[in-house]
């Protein structure tokens, strides 16, 4: 069992997520700004942060909004400078704040000095950076890839007289990992910005780095007669060879975290991939987002699912991570839809399913990761015409959709559901004008809830979700199991409540939550003995939970 002595820094506090461009911009222009997460230490000091994950300030041209690095080594000038960056790690330092950065390593911009390179010849020093091939006889692409963003993941270019690999976007070129070279230059990012103080990292779509052996068509899965390439690529066996020698070169001897972006890797195989003989300290899985979106990720195919199907895979994961490896609990990221619509199927006031989603996320077994905005229970956006989306995966799923054959209506209520941009909208920091975000029209507009939804109002109100969340986290700290404790779940096959204890040494704490708009009832034995320590909505009656209610008692 875990003591709570053995805990490490990154697994007693809370993670958050900041999406830069969307969080404060202190510039006037439209985008946010490194000091604007500067600005706001104290606000996230309050949330009991203490690891930031900053999603890429990099050089970029921005098509996937800084997935697409040009430089590792510079700032993009749209976030500021390089002396901006020095003092927000060092401030939050004072803080208790230590900053995770984002490493992009399947993939490069098709600006970056290196591809500009490698795609020069077939003969120059990088010429095997990337992942080039020839065509087939009659010229056509290599294999029937789909790239993750729609259409061929393959791209020609005449120079080379080639094809390269693109997963994502065609301006996001994947790096070859097989080339020593590669894998060198990329540790020596990595190191450049651990030896800047860094906390940690979050190592993005890592498990699709090694590509397999063979390359060759898979079966059709939709009208464009492409296969997905992660289902050819992800997971490839070898992969942790490559990482254990990343691990080796940069994590080793070092007090920070690494989390990967693992879509692929079950909860089943954690235990290779976490923990003292893993390559990780902890892996954001997907399992308990695809109980609504399907694996498959194709948002205009609708899945059925039930709470016991959300209920199983997160009790899978605390399973794998039980005894080796730590778990980042997370509901939200930037790459998600907005969990008070993602994980309920039943109507009801947004502030009390984040409530509910705040009792899950800040008393299980793990780190949790929040991501801006989710503390104000944001729902999505509600844009009238796929032309106000910016994010380039949601166009790609909407002309997926048509190739489908679905209607207009039809394809961008899919989008309005699933699309990236609704956790993209800027924070709303108050009721100004731009909720306080900016004083330049914002970059994607905020979203209409912005006058009553915002920091400022949920401060001065003790039963908003920021209240809640607050509330939340100083008892995540003071109460010992709820960090080192170990989890077991409760009323398992209950299809309206997810329930679990936390237990160390004799101390035992109980949460309970309704996601359902109807009031459920629990067995009083399962909280005998001890007294309400948080009720979602004031008052609670053993026994009973209102709709939508959370409760936890110790
Ligand atoms: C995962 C990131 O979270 C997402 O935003 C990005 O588009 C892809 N990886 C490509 O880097």
Redesign the pocket.
Known sequence: MTKPNDLLWWQKTIAYEVYPKSFLDTAGQGTGTIEGITRKLDYLESLGVGALWITPFYKSPMV?NG?DVQDYYEIDPSFGTMEQMDELIERGREHGIRMVMDL?FN?TSDQCAWFLESRSSRNNPKADWYIWRDPRADGSAPTNWRSIFGGSAWEWCEERGQYFLHT?AKQ?PDLNWECPEVRQALFDVANFWANKGAGGFRI??ITYIKKPAVFEDGPADGEDGLYPVHAATANTPGILDFLHEFKAAVRDGRDIFMVG?ANGVAAEELDQWVGQEGVFDLLFEFSHMHVPMGEAEIWCRPVTWELTDLKRVLAASQKATATNGWYPAFFEN??QPRSTVNFFRCDGPLDQKAKVLGAVLLTTRGTPFLYQGEELGYGNATWKSIDEFDDV?THAQYDFAKTEGLADEAALAACTRFSRDNARTPMQWDSSEYAGFSTAAPWLPVHDDYATCNVAAQEADPNSPLAWYRKLAKLRAQRRELTAGSWSELMATDEQVLAFERTLDGARTVTLANFDATSASYDVSLVEGLSVLAGSQGQTTPGTLRPLEAVIWG
């Open positions: 996937d997935y992009v993939h994502f996001q993005d779509a972006e930037h790459d995966q």
